[in-house]
């Protein structure tokens, strides 16, 4: 089971975390993941993280400004969101992958999202 928390309304510019807590599984084999879905589109990748929190990847448009991390023992995933911008603005899923380096695809498990709005 995966959990989001952390979404909110936000201005441009300003940071939001998210957080992932996983239960079931043995956390440390799985990649981790986040997605997004914006209004009307569909849902699109954002960051990964392999099983042991060193390799990671990035959509190109959050390069630089998102970073995703990663505690095995408290089996926790965080995506900490920085210079955020309207076009950021989607419910962002938190997902599982069996296996051990980062991927864009492939997802077994899914959390429910939660929303994130980025509006002045």
């Known amino acids: 089971q995966l959990v989001e928390s952390g979404g909110g309304l936000v201005q441009p510019g300003d940071s939001l975390r998210l957080s992932c807590a996983a239960s079931?599984?043995?956390?440390?084999?799985?990649?981790m993941g986040w997605f997004r879905q914006a209004p009307g589109k569909e849902r699109e990748f954002v960051a990964t993280?392999?099983?042991?929190?060193?390799?990671?990847n990035y959509t190109d448009s959050v390069m630089g400004r998102f970073t995703i991390s990663r505690h095995n023992a408290n089996r926790m995933v965080w995506l900490q969101m920085n210079s955020l911008q309207p076009e950021d603005t989607g419910v962002y899923f938190c997902a599982a992958h069996l296996g051990l380096y980062p991927t864009r695809q492939g997802y077994e498990y899914w959390g429910q999202g939660t929303q994130v709005t980025v509006s002045s």
């Open positions: 993280v392999g099983g042991t929190g060193v390799l990671t």
């Open positions: 079931g599984g043995a956390f440390s084999t799985y990649v």
